[in-house]
């Protein structure tokens, strides 16, 4: 062999070599980076019913979507002796991938890893994969198990912090921002998810809080569980700060999933539409006939009615423990993703307070930001009077729902099944607020309050000089009933669009939502800058 040709070859050879032995050591440093914290606290992690950052991404997106970021990243501290205790990826999986073929990105703590805290590194890999999801207008969704700031990183940690506050209120309105806690998240952390649209916890081994049990002992000196102080039912239904709360891991992200097939990936564009078979739902239900009572003491539930009304099994409810009250939660017309809003009159008869203000609030606004028309059943007595409410603000919190629909463009719809007296009534959707379509069914009673109500305020003088007080004043009410407990004097002023036979709600919807989706704003507000929403 010609000399040359034998050192080409040789060349070549050893070429592959080297580059089979890089290749390896990638593969090694990704078998590493995989393992996070060891499989010693792997092991921990599952002892405590919770899954691994990885598993965790696993079950959420589609088999074989997942791309990961940032793999070999590692924290740049020098302090505490944390210089020896490096692991590739810093206690952060961040990536992107699918979820029923729709791009989103991800971040999951991984608590294996220095309690999965947060220090520079880790934060400017989360800021790194929020940065893509606003441009690419995806979803991003974190997957929070951890300890907080990392101690050891000191200010950076702090700034870090920051960085992704920042980003949460710029994406806020652009792109859907999920959040699932699934282990601790404690101190200023909780206020990423705070700023994110809807929080989900893991029942039994997550919680949020501020300070924890010993710091509120130490400060206040009251006793408490870390559960009791901020565990997933706490929050779900005291607190009103998580959105949906599950019994593990796999119920959660299955239950984030669901979420994500009624919303759009951004605001500017429309939420996915599925195909209904409509012969093969209910049109005309006769049953809707008869779930208000003709008494106007007894109640009902209001659950009856939806899962008649809205396409079967579609209901996907929001808040469902906190201000049960009323009820929140998307679903879906004719395969049309829908807001959908309601009075429960079986809790404290469906009306107003102060929590159930915020928690319709907040949804409209969601919906609004996000291409998703409002679907809103009345039967509202009014807001909650009492001192306790005036004294925690109702007049604030209550004036959050009138501006909340009233800056909402998309399409309103609203059905007035039977109360809707007084502020309730406007609040709830009415066409004064812009509601598009507003129906009723012909038990609605549309007034400034109850028959009993007005008429002690309007008869007082006449029931006290009576003969017989008592027959006077329910003659009074029968009256008051009959003249205007009902939706025909609203109609005649065009408050009503249509009153409408309760058995063919369904269709009458479909045929509204139908002709609503081309809406357009065809009344241009003032320039500002932004509005000042009671808050
Ligand atoms: C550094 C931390 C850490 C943190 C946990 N670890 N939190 N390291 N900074 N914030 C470490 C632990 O030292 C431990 O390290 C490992 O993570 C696992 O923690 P454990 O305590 O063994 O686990 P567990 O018993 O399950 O308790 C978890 C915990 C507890 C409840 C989260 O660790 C804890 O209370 N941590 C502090 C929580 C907290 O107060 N965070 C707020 C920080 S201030 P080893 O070496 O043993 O494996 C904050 C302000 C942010 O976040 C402000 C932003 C604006």
Redesign the pocket.
Known sequence: MNWKIFILVLSITDNVVNNMERVEELKQKMHDAKLG?GLK?IERQHQ?GKLTARERLQILLDPDSFVELDAFVVHQCTDFGIEK?KVLGDGVVTGYGTIDSRLVYVYSQD?TF?????GEMHAKKICKVMDLALKMGAPIIGLND???????EGVS??NG??EI?YRNVMASGAIPQIVIIM??C????V?SPALMDFIFMVNGTSNMFI??PNVIKTVTGEEIT?EQLGGALTHAQISGVTSYIAENDEKCLEAVKKLLSYLPSNNLEEPPRITVNLNAEVLSDSELLNIIPTNPRKTYNMYNILNRVLDSNTFFEMYKLYAPNVVVGFARLNGRSIGVIANQPIVSAGCLDVNASDKIARFVRFCDAFNIPLLTFVDVPGYLPGIRQEHWGIIRHGAKVIYAYSEATVPKITVVLRKAYGGGYIAMCSKSLRADIVFAWPTAQISVMGPEGAVNIIFRKKIAEAEKPEEYRENRIKEFREKFANPYVSASKGFIDQVIDPRETRSHLIRALDALMSKRSIQPRPRIKHGNVPM
Not at 186 to 189: F, M, P, Q, R, S
């Open positions: 914290g606290r405590k205790r608590f220095i309690g999965g805290s947060l951890s300890g907080g700031a990392r101690i050891q940690s702090l912090y920051g506050f282990g601790p404690a101190g200023g952390a206020y300070t924890g870390s």
